[in-house]
């Protein structure tokens, strides 16, 4: 009597979850001392990991295997940070953004219209096929400070140790509401870039169609929804109607929720999750509810691995060093080391008078400092990608298109790698020592 073996199951998908569960196990016996002792970011750790994973090393994970990986990549991101700034609005204190409205414009408007003019600028003097405008589409990218790399800075034991909570909260503020003000500066530069439109009728349709239907309107839907889902909620909870775990998970669904209704009316739905989130815990009364529970932080922690490790597998290598893209080495290592040191820190610095936040130049150098490129930047050269592709259908494609993916993904990796081990030797008054900070994901 013959006996059928049962033939393993390797498929991507399997070797996907392995890989990742796997590293999730194995660095949760040392995350402590990897964050606390070596102040290095499990974002940084899960990068190298997805890179060593990925076709670079072992292709053991390989999404460019994969059936329209610009699209998975754009759906998973765009959740992740739908959840992540829905949770930064409601981390943040009652009444917050009413009492430093004026901090937070100055970190919205002029600062990003200055992050997003000199991104451009030395994107553009330094890769030769691209004009001015197409740099700016590829700078919009890279203007919002990702809310996943911010939380060393504003969340877990060490940075209430060591940063003052002022600080902490208008960098959690800022990284949560800028992911979302990426979208006007992406699509007045791909509006302007259309041949068949007028500068008048781009500019004119980038305020309708930008300005008042995505981020006004996204706003206008953010408050209602947050403000209802908290009075029923309250309602519910005052009732007992709700049990505990619905209760600490109703914040993850309720991101996912708008981000969906948005979704389907083409607002911006990351703007739309953060101001919810604000209206959401606007008296503050969910914050305390849950703080004592770790679950959000849980789930979020899992997430940010997750996408780390994914776009670790899917940075472009063999595109870094590709001459009919105007790409070398060379050039992306200095416009990474511009971007870096003069994207946000001197307009910051220059600002810092009108930002009551900031309280001495020190604060400022910091908040200038801390501006780290992540999943956002990655969610947003998708949608540009798409954008561009779009426009120029029917006619001969221009090569930035092509551009958009190597370079935004090698400022992704410089700004993981510097700012996810070390900014050095910050002290902020007293309650910052001399010593190196980490400055990406901590979990909870």
Request: glycine content about 8%; some cysteine; charged content about 15%.
């Amino acid at each position: 009597m013959s006996v059928d073996l049962i033939p393993g199951e390797i498929s991507p998908f399997t070797i996907g979850v392995a890989i990742l569960s796997g590293f999730i196990v194995f660095f949760g016996y040392i995350s402590m001392f990897v964050k606390e002792k070596m102040f290095i970011s499990e974002a940084f750790v899960a990068l190298i990991v997805g890179i060593i994973a990925g076709p670079l090393v072992s292709n053991g994970f390989n999404p460019y295997s994969w059936n329209d990986t610009d699209e998975i990549t754009k759906q998973l991101t765009r959740c992740i940070l739908a959840i992540q700034v829905m949770a930064v609005g409601i981390d943040l204190p009652k009444h917050y953004m009413k009492k430093e409205w004026l901090t937070m414009f100055m970190f919205l408007i002029p600062v990003m219209i200055f992050m997003w003019l000199v991104s451009g600028l030395f994107i553009w003097g330094f890769i030769p096929p691209i004009n001015y405008l197409e740099a700016l589409v590829i700078a919009a990218c890279v203007c919002p400070t990702d809310p996943i790399l911010a939380n060393s800075v504003v969340k877990g034991r060490f940075a209430e140790k060591h940063v003052p909570a002022h600080i902490r909260n208008v960098l959690s503020a800022e990284s949560g509401a800028n992911d979302g003000m990426g979208f006007p500066f992406l699509f007045l530069a791909i509006f302007l870039l259309d041949d068949e439109q007028h500068v008048g009728q781009a500019i004119g349709k980038w305020i309708y169609l930008t300005c008042l239907y995505q981020i006004i309107l996204s706003c206008i839907i953010g408050i209602v929804i947050g403000w209802v889902a908290r009075k029923i909620l309250q309602w519910s909870e005052s009732r007992h109607l709700i049990d505990k775990p619905s209760f600490l998970c109703f914040a993850i669904a309720l991101a996912l929720f708008l981000m969906s209704m948005t979704g389907f009316s083409g607002s911006d739905d990351l703007l739309a999750c953060f101001v919810a989130g604000n209206a959401f815990s606007w008296d503050d009364w969910f914050r305390q509810e849950t703080e004592e529970a770790h679950f959000q932080e849980v789930i979020d922690m899992m997430l940010n691995l997750a996408v780390f490790v994914y776009i670790g597998a899917i940075i472009p290598w063999s595109d870094f060093g590709n001459a009919e893209l105007g790409l070398t080495p060379w050039r992306l290592v200095v416009i990474a080391i511009l971007i870096l040191l003069f994207r946000r820190l001197p307009i910051v610095l220059l600002l810092k008078p009108v930002m009551p936040a900031m309280k001495t130049y020190r604060e400022a150098i910091f908040s200038g400092w801390f501006g780290p490129m992540g999943v956002g930047a990655v969610f947003l050269s998708t949608i540009a990608k798409e954008e561009m592709e779009h426009i120029y259908q029917g006619k001969e494609a221009p090569i930035s298109i092509e551009v958009i993916s190597p370079v935004v993904l090698f400022i992704v990796l410089s700004s993981t790698l510097v700012h996810g081990t070390t900014i050095p030797l910050f002290k902020l008054g007293k309650r910052i020592r001399t010593r190196t900070l980490s400055v990406t994901s901590t979990g909870s």
